[in-house]
């Protein structure tokens, strides 16, 4: 089985900065894209950012030069920096990672419990 934790969501003000963390353990032969989505009440979920295992980025343009993705390979962890937070940034902020088990042929992805980010103007 694979488990995924994520940390660090919580109350911040505008013009603040946060920084989510997500971790994966259990039976994992490899990793290939780590990434983040969001999804604010009455709305779809949506992408945030995505990092692929060579290290190339994706990000939605209403994230773009506030938040930095990024990877730690030997911890299996994936961390999202949220800088110059809005109040539109609020959401329930999801990690995704697609990910080979051991003995597996193929990679599933997987989503991490949730965690709140609340900004306040």
């Known amino acids: 089985q694979v488990q995924l934790v994520e940390s660090g969501g919580g109350l911040v003000q505008a013009g603040g900065s946060l920084r989510l963390s997500c971790a994966a353990s259990?039976?994992?032969?490899?990793?290939?894209?780590m990434g983040w989505y969001r999804q604010a009440p009455g709305k779809q979920r949506e992408l945030v950012a995505t990092m692929a295992s060579g290290g190339s980025t994706n990000y939605a343009d209403s994230v773009k030069g506030r938040f930095t993705i990024s990877r730690d390979n030997a911890k299996n962890t994936v961390y999202l920096q949220m800088n110059n937070v809005k109040p539109e940034d609020t959401a329930v902020y999801y990690c995704?990672?697609?990910?080979?088990?051991?003995?597996?042929?193929?990679?599933?992805?997987?989503w991490g419990q949730g965690t709140q980010v609340t900004v306040s103007s």
């Open positions: 995704n990672v697609v990910i080979r088990r051991v003995l597996s042929t193929r990679s599933d992805s997987y």
């Open positions: 259990g039976s994992i032969f490899s990793i290939n894209v």
